[in-house]
Structure formats: structure tokens, C-alpha cells
């Protein structure tokens, strides 16, 4: 298989996990009745339909060209789940620990789906990154393994505020 094919069949794979991680957040999202929990997932799955658009604009890009194109500034610097996670947190955490709001055990299975989820796509992303020598590739692969870090590290984080 030339380098070109394995490319775009890592980009396949990429996007069938990242459509897997959005389906998985959406429920989650839509069963969730609390406030915390579904602000949590409505965030991750706009992240990952931003993680599909941007595999679908680079699959297309170099199957038609044959390169991989530059990442945006504007893509470089999304801070998805990242940029809303302060607010969020700090805003409803301290209702779950007083008591207020309760995360129940159905959500917490889905927050642990979610950690192990993450965790699988951190390690996909790694190997991705390890496999090609293409700079561009490479650029585009550690920002998506930062990103699902960042959503394993956020799911992580809710798990254990839950259990203070």
C-alpha cells in the first residue's frame, strides 16, 4: 500500500472514531438530565463534529492532491472543551458537591465510557503520529491526540469531583 493509501485510510479510521465519540456524546447529551453532566457532553460532541469536518476537509484535500494541507490558525487555536470547561466547572461543580445537583451512576458509566473512549483515541492518534514522517500529518495528528487527551483528562475530572 503506497504512503498516499495509508494516509487516507488512517483518515477513514479517524473519522469513524470521531463520528463514534459524537454519537456517543450526543446521547449521552440527551439523556443526561443533569445541567453539569449534559454541558459537559454538548460540548465534546461539538467537538467532535468539529474533529469530522476538519478529517473530512483533509481526507478530501489529499486524496484530490496528494499532500497534506496546513491547519488553519483559526483550527490551531480551537479550544473547544478546553475554552468552555472553566466556566462550566467551577460553575456546577460546586452545586453536584453540595448536593444540589447529583450525577447519577447511569451518567457516571457514560463518563467512564467516555474516559476509556478518550483514551483509545489518544493512543490511535499516537500511533498515527509515530507512523508518518509528513510534518503536516504529524501537526494534524498531535493536535487531534491533544484534544481527546484533554476530553479524557475533563470526563476524568468530573468522575473524581463526583466522588470528593
Do not use: C, P
Not at 7 to 12: I, P, Q, R
Not at 137 to 142: I, L, P
Amino acid at each position: 500500500m503506497s504512503d498516499l493509501q495509508q494516509s487516507l485510510e488512517a483518515l477513514k479510521l479517524a473519522l469513524r472514531t470521531e463520528e463514534e465519540g459524537y454519537k456517543l456524546y450526543k446521547s449521552g447529551a440527551e439523556q443526561s438530565k443533569n445541567e453539569f453532566v449534559r454541558s459537559i457532553f454538548q460540548q465534546l460532541f461539538k467537538d467532535e463534529l468539529m474533529h469530522v469536518s476538519l478529517i473530512k476537509r483533509f481526507y478530501a484535500e489529499l486524496n484530490q492532491s496528494g499532500s497534506w494541507m496546513k491547519m488553519s490558525t483559526e483550527e490551531k487555536n480551537y479550544k473547544g472543551l478546553k475554552g468552555e470547561i472553566k466556566t462550566i466547572f467551577s460553575q456546577t461543580l460546586e452545586k453536584v458537591k453540595a448536593g444540589k445537583e447529583a450525577i447519577t451512576d447511569t451518567e457516571l458509566k457514560v463518563y467512564q465510557k467516555a474516559i476509556d473512549f478518550e483514551k483509545k483515541g489518544v493512543k490511535m492518534y499516537s500511533q498515527l503520529y509515530q507512523e508518518t514522517t509528513d510534518l503536516k500529518a504529524r501537526k494534524f495528528y498531535a493536535f487531534l491526540r491533544d484534544m481527546e487527551q484533554e476530553h479524557a483528562d475533563v470526563a476524568r475530572a468530573v468522575e473524581l469531583g463526583r466522588a470528593q
